[in-house]
């Protein structure tokens, strides 16, 4: 069956670093368009960044440009998010997501059939 499971969260304090892995299974990983999504208590589930299937473009919120980066690897089946310069308000939950189609709006999180359990981020002042 389909399995997103996400890893690398934690506790960093402010201006530090981590990098998120989301190990894919059970479908095509290849044909997917990948993204990260994220939920801070509450907020709604907020989009993050997104890759498409060759790798080659991707898209970012306004807030974590310059700071994150999505790439992937599509024989170890994963995908990343290298999230830099982190700031308090980056701590969430974060969520890997896999969308069949490509083009259109990545940040809709209708787009998306496939969704993992979810890794803590928590980023301390």
């Known amino acids: 069956q389909v399995q997103l499971v996400e890893s690398g969260g934690g506790l960093v304090q402010a201006g530090g670093s981590l990098r998120l892995s989301c190990t894919a299974s059970?479908?095509?990983?290849?044909?997917?368009?990948m993204a990260w999504f994220r939920r801070s208590p509450g907020k709604e589930r907020e989009f993050v960044a997104a890759?498409?299937?060759?790798?080659?473009?991707?898209n970012y919120v306004d807030s974590v440009k310059g700071r994150f980066a999505i790439s992937r690897d599509n024989v170890q089946n994963k995908v990343y998010l290298q999230m830099n310069s982190l700031e308090p308000e980056d701590t969430a939950v974060y969520y890997c997501a896999a969308s069949q189609s490509e083009g259109g709006t990545y940040s809709y999180s209708g787009r998306y059939t496939a969704w993992g359990q979810g890794t803590q981020v928590s980023v301390s002042s």
């Open positions: 890759i498409t299937r060759n790798g080659i473009n991707t």
């Open positions: 059970g479908f095509s990983f290849s044909t997917f368009v």
